[in-house]
């Protein structure tokens, strides 16, 4: 079970999409664990996902540095997976508009000239559809028997594989 932290109606809508996103991914060929179920847990929704026998390659390498090498080949072969995976025009949201708002967020953290700079590389960049996470890191994948399965898939976007490197 994965809870939200919102008792609210916000948590349900981010169910649905989180559910939605992956379902998307799964259908093009990522693997990734699909919820099947909403509950609540005191004040809190949350999803029911299948008991997965997997830990994340973070745990993995955490517990066993002498893998480092085996686990950041399978990393980047995953990574390379998802992110030539192409989605149908407008399947997922924009990753240069989800990007943008995150930027709006920043605006007041960061000088003039990078939030002007980052705004019109945004602007700029061609339209792009292929899958980008848009939190994709080693806890974010699971290792099952059957290979590397991607989570957390609420962030998942379309656009260029470059929003994945921030």
């Known amino acids: 079970v994965k809870l939200y932290n919102s008792a609210n109606s916000d948590s349900i809508r981010m169910i649905e999409n989180e559910r939605k996103m992956a379902r998307t991914a799964f259908i093009k060929g990522i693997p990734t664990a ?6 609540r847990c005191g004040d809190q929704y949350g999803s029911v996902f299948e008991l997965l026998e997997a830990k994340t390659m973070n745990e993995i390498l955490v517990a066993d540095l002498s893998r480092a ?7 980047a072969e995953f990574v390379k ?6 989605m149908n025009a ?13 930027l709006e967020i920043i605006r007041k953290y960061i000088s003039d000239k990078c939030y002007d700079r ?7 960049m061609p339209e792009d559809h292929h899958v980008v996470h848009g939190d994709f890191h080693m806890k974010n994948i699971m290792l ?15 656009g260029n594989p470059v929003f994945d490197l921030g």
């Open 144 to 158: 099952t028997k059957e290979g590397p399965m991607l989570i957390d898939m609420d962030t998942l976007n379309e």
């Open 118 to 124: 980052s705004k019109t590389l945004f602007e700029k």
């Open 81 to 86: 997976l998802v992110h030539h995976t192409v």
């Open 90 to 102: 407008r399947a997922l949201p924009s990753a240069v508009n989800t990007f943008a708002d995150y």
């Open 69 to 75: 090498d085996e686990l950041v080949r399978e990393y």
């Open 34 to 39: 699909i919820s099947y179920d909403t509950v």
